[in-house]
């Protein structure tokens, strides 16, 4: 098993697991990012050949990032996870070597000591739990599960069906089981990682900021879910939760990140997933 990518900041190890990656088409009446047509990606020469298939479609993958820091070893995102048949995956439960990855990685379930989901969608929530004899059960026995109080709240009085399966069995098998942490979005983990708050994708999303001996990172979550939104910040996903307010996020957070040395790792960028933000005319590239 080839081994996964992983990216130093100071003391801190950040591992990529891949669960899938998708290529996503541009098809109307509802794109997954509006204005980001095959012509459009095309006249972006650096997406090219990582981010955009041949024929112009989006590469998006869903993987887990493995967070080891002095002291905590913490899960940042979970993925689909096996056994779901969910809308993301045309129906069809996954059925993925996810575990065995992280195995191979050195991190068995039971070595984690925080999970963090950056926001509640179906592809960031997966593996909190898994299929045991029938019953969903807590994936990581002995981590805390740190949930967003505002993100609970308003997904809980969602009337989406699919989401509140989502939350039937990946959020209140954690919550039954005394594990979960409500938190603040600026909550800190340990001296060297802490949530960000950077709401507009849905109410309580948040990143995850990194800073060890002088270095700094940062794990996007949803703020963007691809590279090319570092050029065009103005195309979007219709999911979005507040338009207005994701938009004026992303471009806070790209104004910040740009031309720092601030390694960004993208939740959904397809490999290679890490890499700088820098000036490029009047907007931004992603320099990996």
Not at 204 to 229: F, K, N, Y
Request: include cysteine; hydrophobic fraction near 40%; proline fraction near 10%.
């Amino acid at each position: 098993m080839t081994a996964p990518p992983s990216w130093r900041i100071g003391a801190v190890t950040v591992t990529r697991i891949l669960e899938i990656e998708l290529p996503v088409p541009y098809y109307e009446p509802r794109p997954f990012l509006n204005g980001a047509t095959p012509e459009a990606l095309a006249a972006i020469d650096w997406l090219h050949p990582h981010y955009v298939t041949a024929d112009g479609a989006l590469r998006l993958s869903i993987h887990a990032l493995l967070v080891e820091a002095p002291g905590l070893r913490l899960v940042v995102d979970t993925c689909v996870g096996n056994d779901r048949p969910r809308r993301i995956t045309g129906r069809q439960p996954l059925a993925t070597p996810f575990l065995d990855q992280m195995k191979a990685a050195g991190w068995g379930p039971e070595t984690v000591d925080a999970v963090v989901c950056t926001h509640l969608h179906v592809d960031h929530v997966g593996w909190n739990t898994m299929l045991v004899d029938g019953a969903w059960v807590p994936t990581f026995p002995n981590a805390r599960y740190l949930i967003g109080r505002a993100e609970y709240d308003h997904w809980s009085a969602e009337g989406d069906a699919e989401q509140q399966v989502v939350l039937s069995d990946s959020i209140q098998p954690i919550l039954d089981a005394g594990l979960a942490d409500f938190v603040a979005p600026d909550h800190r983990l340990s001296p060297e990682i802490a949530l960000q708050p950077t709401p507009g994708h849905t109410p309580g999303h948040v990143s995850v900021a990194i800073e060890s001996q002088g270095q700094r990172a940062l794990i996007t979550g949803d703020l963007m879910h691809h590279p090319c939104q570092v050029a065009r910040p103005d195309w979007a996903p219709p999911f979005d939760n507040d338009p207005a307010l994701a938009l004026e996020t992303r471009r806070a957070v790209l104004g910040a990140v740009a031309d720092q040395p601030i390694l960004v790792i993208g939740t959904h960028f397809a490999a290679p997933t890490a890499g700088h933000v820098v000036t490029d005319g009047e907007t931004w590239r992603f320099d990996a």
